[in-house]
């Protein structure tokens, strides 16, 4: 059984930083991605960025330049380093780990981000 588990989400002011955190426990595949998806009240649920296993990340146009994504395959964390906050990236955010050669996809439980203006 797998289990993501997040943290670091929170209350900030437009401009500040925040660090997202997503640890995962029991079976871990070689071949992964894992990812930040966020959902607004009354929006669907959209990718935020996404990293291989091999370190390869992809970005929304509207994060790029300020989030960054990262890894660490040694604590089987992914981290979502927040920067330039702003009152349109409150949502819950999400974190997920897949892959498509083992048929896997697990999500986590959320972490609220608000961002006030």
């Known amino acids: 059984q797998v289990q993501l588990v997040e943290s670091g989400g929170g209350l900030v002011q437009a401009g500040e930083s925040l660090r997202l955190s997503c640890v995962i426990s029991g079976s871990i595949f070689s071949r992964n991605n894992m990812g930040w998806y966020r959902q607004a009240p009354g929006k669907q649920r959209e990718l935020v960025a996404t990293?291989?296993?091999?370190?390869?990340?992809n970005y929304a146009d509207s994060v790029k330049g300020r989030f960054t994504i990262s890894r660490d395959n040694a604590k089987n964390t992914v981290y979502l380093q927040m920067n330039s906050l702003k009152p349109e990236d409150t949502a819950v955010y999400y974190c997920?780990?897949?892959?498509?050669?083992?048929?896997?996809?697990?999500w986590g439980q959320g972490t609220q981000v608000t961002v006030s203006s």
């Open positions: 997920r780990y897949s892959s498509l050669y083992y048929g896997i996809d697990y």
């Open positions: 990293i291989t296993s091999n370190g390869i990340t």
